[in-house]
């Protein structure tokens, strides 16, 4: 049983590699660590499972019960590494990597940063911080957020650890101390890290130094914020959302400031605030992805224009 679970293990992190193996070393360092300590662990208890060439002992009735748990695990592990296989960036997003006269873009193993070429760190005025979605390739939201920072504003897009947005939820402060000279901060994020985005949000007001502005893109607050959130807020929205629905976002209205904008892109669908595929669960959508992508940046780019005065 071993043997064949250390098969499997290894089975899996070939294929993830195999299937994603461009988005997995693009992205935050965890995961592929993760991978190559399973895929050690695994090729060693095959290797001695190998060389065993006598079946083992009897074992107790409770060493046997251990036994089963630890191979329990072990499937659980693997099948855990298989779901948080990420999906990947494609193009257009891909191509608006690439820096030029009016968009510097620099990655780091835990950051995409585009920044106005040319501009010192303070003329950026307003910067965001975007969250990605649950398991989604940070790459996958460059040509969306691309012209915010041709426009004039910085644009982090953390590389959060597993692609799980609270698990990223210190993006802010790091993203302040790496960029000390920007006047103000708008927050945001798509699905989970919207979710994530106000939790950072409300945070920051409680520790002092506010936000000036939350970004939510077919996302919600997990909690009331309604009095705990003093900041502008956006919420963008898709009519097929199969995920974020729109009666989820109607009901989330209550949960937002007084004064809170809602936009609902026409046609739209949850994977459209990024280029990464489609993505299961989801609606089917009516309208072009362009043409969803240009909407969506130019409601984003009304907030940061709009808290810069």
Same mark, same amino acid.
Request: hydrophobic fraction near 50%.
């Given at each position: 049983?071993?043997?064949?679970?250390?098969?499997?293990?290894?089975?899996?992190?070939?294929?993830?590699?195999?299937?994603?193996?461009?988005?997995?070393?693009?992205?935050?360092?965890?995961?592929?660590?993760?991978?190559?300590?399973?895929?050690?662990?695994?090729?060693?208890?095959?290797?001695?499972?190998?060389?065993?060439?006598?079946?083992?002992?009897?074992?107790?009735?409770?060493?046997?019960?251990?036994?089963?748990?630890?191979?329990?695990?072990?499937?659980?592990?693997?099948?855990?590494?298989?779901?948080?296989?990420?999906?990947?960036? !494609?193009?257009?997003?891909?191509?608006?990597?690439?820096?030029?006269?009016?968009?510097?873009?620099? !990655?780091?193993?835990?950051?995409?940063?585009?920044?106005?070429?040319?501009?010192?760190?303070?003329?950026?005025?307003?910067?965001?911080?975007?969250?990605?979605?649950?398991?989604?390739?940070?790459?996958?939201?460059?040509?969306?957020?691309?012209?915010?920072?041709?426009?004039?504003?910085?644009?982090?897009?953390?590389?959060?650890?597993?692609?799980?947005?609270?698990?990223?939820?210190?993006?802010?402060?790091?993203?302040?101390?790496?960029?000390?000279?920007?006047?103000?901060?708008?927050?945001?994020?798509?699905?989970?890290?919207?979710?994530?985005?106000?939790?950072?949000?409300?945070?920051?007001?409680?520790?002092?130094?506010?936000?000036?502005?939350?970004?939510?893109?077919?996302?919600?607050?997990?909690?009331?914020?309604?009095?705990? /959130?003093?900041?502008?807020?956006?919420?963008?929205?898709?009519?097929?959302?199969?995920?974020?629905?729109?009666?989820?976002?109607?009901?989330?209205?209550?949960?937002?400031?007084?004064?809170?904008? /809602?936009?609902?892109?026409?046609?739209?669908?949850?994977?459209?605030?990024?280029?990464?595929?489609?993505?299961?669960?989801?609606?089917?959508?009516?309208?072009?992805?362009?043409?969803?992508?240009?909407?969506?940046?130019?409601?984003?780019?009304?907030?940061?224009?709009?808290?810069?005065?």
């Amino acid at each position: 049983m071993t043997a064949a679970v250390a098969v499997l293990a290894v089975l899996v992190v070939v294929a993830v590699l195999v299937t994603a193996g461009g988005p997995v070393l693009a992205g935050h360092p965890v995961y592929p660590a993760l991978l190559a300590v399973t895929l050690l662990v695994a090729v060693v208890a095959l290797v001695r499972a190998v060389r065993r060439r006598r079946p083992p002992p009897r074992r107790s009735a409770w060493r046997r019960a251990a036994g089963l748990l630890v191979v329990v695990l072990a499937v659980a592990w693997v099948a855990a590494l298989w779901w948080l296989r990420p999906f990947g960036a !494609q193009e257009p997003a891909l191509a608006a990597l690439a820096s030029d006269d009016a968009v510097t873009v620099t !990655q780091t193993p835990t950051t995409l940063v585009l920044a106005p070429t040319g501009a010192p760190e303070g003329t950026t005025g307003t910067a965001l911080l975007l969250q990605p979605g649950a398991r989604v390739d940070a790459r996958a939201y460059a040509a969306v957020v691309r012209p915010l920072a041709a426009a004039g504003h910085l644009v982090v897009v953390p590389k959060q650890p597993l692609g799980i947005g609270f698990l990223s939820l210190g993006a802010l402060d790091a993203a302040r101390d790496a960029h000390p000279d920007v006047e103000r901060w708008v927050v945001g994020g798509h699905s989970l890290g919207g979710t994530a985005a106000a939790v950072e949000a409300v945070d920051a007001g409680a520790g002092g130094t506010p936000v000036a502005g939350l970004l939510l893109w077919a996302s919600y607050p997990a909690d009331d914020v309604s009095s705990t /959130l003093d900041a502008q807020v956006l919420s963008v929205s898709a009519s097929e959302d199969g995920l974020a629905t729109p009666a989820d976002i109607t009901a989330s209205v209550a949960d937002l400031p007084p004064g809170a904008e /809602l936009v609902v892109v026409e046609g739209a669908v949850h994977a459209f605030f990024g280029d990464y595929g489609p993505q299961p669960g989801d609606g089917t959508p009516t309208v072009d992805r362009a043409t969803a992508r240009a909407e969506i940046t130019a409601a984003s780019l009304g907030l940061l224009d709009e808290v810069s005065g």
